[in-house]
Each structure stands twice: as C-alpha cells, then as structure tokens.
C-alpha cells in the first residue's frame, strides 16, 4: 500500500458496486453483494502481508511452505454499516480479531459522536483494518483512527466502499500515514453530508431500515 488512495477496479467489485448502488436493489441483494464485494477488498488490502515459512509435511515430502507472519489481523468496525464489510471479510480471514467502534453522525453538526468502543489487544502488533462502507466528510473515520491509534495501533488501512474527495482529503490531513482502499470515488457530498452520486444510506440499506 505504497500511495494513501487505492481504487480497486477490478471488474467484478465495480460490477457489484453498480448492482448495489441502483436504488431499486432489495435488500437482501445488497447485503450479499456487499458481502461478495468484501471478499474482494478484503483479498486487495492484505495483498502486502508478511509470509514466513512453516516446516510441514505434505503426503509427499516435507517442505518449508508460506504462512501468514506475526499476530492476527485486527478488523475494526465502525457501527453500524462496517458490520456490513466485517462479514465478508471475516470469512476470509476467519482468525482475524475484531474490534467495534459505535459512532454516529450529528445531523445538525456532522460531526461524530462515540457511544461505543471495544477493540482487541496488542494493536501495536497487529495490521489493523478499519471498515466503514462510506467515506464522507471522513469525521467519524478519523475519529475511529484516532481511538486505535490511542490504543497502539500503528500499521492501520482504511477500508471503504465508496469515498467522496472531501472525505479523502480529511483522512489524508489528519491521517496522512493511513492508506485509504475503496471500490469507487465519486463526485462529492451534498448539503447533507451524503456522497452523490453514492448508492444512499448504507446502513439502512444493508439492515432495510429508513
Ligand atoms: N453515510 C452513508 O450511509 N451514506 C452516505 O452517502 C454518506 C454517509
């Protein structure tokens, strides 16, 4: 993850991604594509990871075979719509650790209000990914990478569906060491702080309330 922006234009994700962002996709559609879309994100960002070798014996002969290095994967999710990401990518990576993060967005202000957190051990050790399908203004993700950081963390990549250039931009400010990974930027964010042309509340998409 050498630059802070990466967009993942694979085929597949951007076809999901327009499946899911038509307004006319049921629920139960968006929640399966987003979990087959995070499978493929999930694939993309840990394209970096450390292997070592492990002494093992196959049916044939032994052999020195790679395997993931160093502690467990750390996934945080910012409630609620990362638990739409988390899923996916927890049957990828099924050993993964897994932190949550409670935030929501004041209407009036936009800015991010914490009311829960509980994240694993050892962040210092770990590669931690936080996931929140939308990068908007970036308030609530910066708050997030703030609160791992405060707890360790220091190899940390954002991971998203879809980014709005402002939101890139305040991650960029406040977290210039963190790479971004998303499947889209769009355009920008309208007066209520929802990307355009986005594919609208992902939360109540993914869960099916309004
Ligand atoms: N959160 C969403 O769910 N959608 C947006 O467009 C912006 C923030």
Not at 41 to 60: F, G, K, Q, S
Not at 86 to 99: C, F, K, S, T, Y
Not at 101 to 121: A, H, I
């Amino acid at each position: 993850m050498g630059q802070h922006l990466t967009v993942v234009d694979h085929p597949l994700v951007q076809h999901k991604l327009t499946l899911m962002r038509k307004a006319d996709t049921s629920t139960a559609s968006f929640r399966q594509l987003l979990r087959e879309i995070s499978l493929l994100l999930a694939y993309e960002v840990t394209r970096d990871l450390e292997l070592t070798t492990l002494r093992i014996d196959t049916p044939m002969q032994p052999m020195d075979a790679p395997i993931l290095e160093g502690k467990k994967l750390a996934l945080v999710s910012i409630l609620r719509a990362g638990n739409g990401l988390l899923d996916g990518i927890l049957e990828l990576i099924p050993a993964a650790r897994v932190g949550f993060v409670g935030m929501y967005r004041d209407p009036e202000t936009l800015q991010p209000v914490e009311y829960y957190s509980k994240l694993p051990n050892l962040l210092e050790e770990r590669m931690t990914i936080v996931v929140d399908p939308m990068l908007a203004t970036g308030n609530s993700s910066v708050a997030a990478i703030d609160l791992v950081k405060k707890k360790g963390a220091k190899n940390i990549i954002f991971l998203c569906l879809l980014a709005a250039p402002e939101g890139v931009a305040r991650m960029k400010e406040a977290h210039p060491d963190v790479p971004v990974v998303t499947a889209a930027l769009d355009e920008c964010l309208n007066d209520h702080g929802y990307i355009v042309p986005g594919l609208g509340d992902a939360g109540d998409r993914i869960f099916g309330t309004k």
